[in-house]
């Protein structure tokens, strides 16, 4: 079993940043991906990054490149995502997971664990 936590979100002004954590613990080792999924109200669960548990390559939905960043500790067992020039439709839920699997990386039904949550709101 694998418990993912998250960390980090609130509430901030459009343009700037917050940085939110996903730690894991449990049976980590063999996983494929990390990834970080956002759910707005009344919206279906996107894809925002994900990143190779085993070298480290980052992937990103199109409206976050350039102003989101994924990384991982691995050490630590934790993944970051940190977002920068923040804009009033980032807002949502925001979800870490966990894939077992080398997948499709931006599809939700791929990650077999998840975390609760962390809401981040943007304001205008």
């Known amino acids: 079993q694998v418990q993912l936590v998250e960390s980090g979100g609130g509430l901030v002004q459009a343009g700037g940043s917050l940085r939110l954590s996903c730690a894991a613990s449990?049976?980590?080792?063999?996983?494929?991906?990390m990834g970080w999924f956002r759910q707005a109200p009344g919206k279906e669960r996107d894809f925002v990054a994900a990143?190779?548990?085993?070298?480290?390559?980052?992937y990103y939905t199109d409206s976050v490149k350039g102003r989101f960043t994924i990384s991982r500790d691995n050490a630590k067992n934790t993944v970051y995502l940190q977002m920068n020039s923040l804009k009033p439709e980032d807002t949502a839920v925001y979800y870490c997971?966990?894939?077992?699997?080398?997948?499709?990386?931006?599809?939700?039904?791929?990650?077999?664990?998840w975390g609760q949550g962390t809401q981040v709101t943007v304001s205008s």
């Open positions: 990143i190779r548990w085993s070298g480290g390559v980052a």
């Open positions: 449990g049976r980590t080792f063999s996983s494929a991906f």
């Open positions: 997971a966990l894939a077992r699997i080398y997948s499709a990386y931006a599809e939700s039904s791929n990650y077999d664990y």
